[in-house]
Nanobody, 124 residues
């Protein structure tokens, strides 16, 4: 059974850092681009970052460029999102997701498998 499990969320002050992890099981991670999304209360789910199956290509939403870094370790079946210089507006539930398409996208509808999410709260 294909499963994605996020961890690493928490409460941090403005300017702080967190590293989110997304552990995959039940499928061969190597074949799938993986995206990180977030959803704040009352807002639509937003694509934050995406990494190609090989890890050679990454994309970021403009609001996190220069602060967040996505990476993957296929041998460990884990995808990471390093978040630095966090801002209160980064507060949201963060999800990782896998797509059966061969390319990255910021659109949630392109993704087939989702984790349960991890809460990130940035205080001011």
């Amino acid at each position: 059974q294909l499963q994605l499990v996020e961890s690493g969320g928490g409460l941090v002050q403005r300017g702080g850092s967190l590293r989110l992890s997304c552990a995959a099981s039940g499928f061969t991670l190597d074949y799938y681009p993986i995206g990180w999304f977030r959803q704040a209360p009352g807002k639509e789910r937003e694509g934050v970052s995406c990494i190609s199956s090989s890890g050679g290509s990454t994309t970021y939403v403009d609001s996190v460029k220069g602060r967040f870094t996505i990476s993957r370790d296929n041998a460990r079946r884990t995808i990471y999102l390093q978040m630095n210089s966090l801002k209160p507006e980064d507060t949201a539930v963060y999800y990782c997701a896998a797509t059966t398409y061969s390319f990255c996208s910021g659109q949630p509808s392109f993704f087939d498998y989702w984790g349960q999410g991890t809460q990130v709260t940035v205080s001011s």
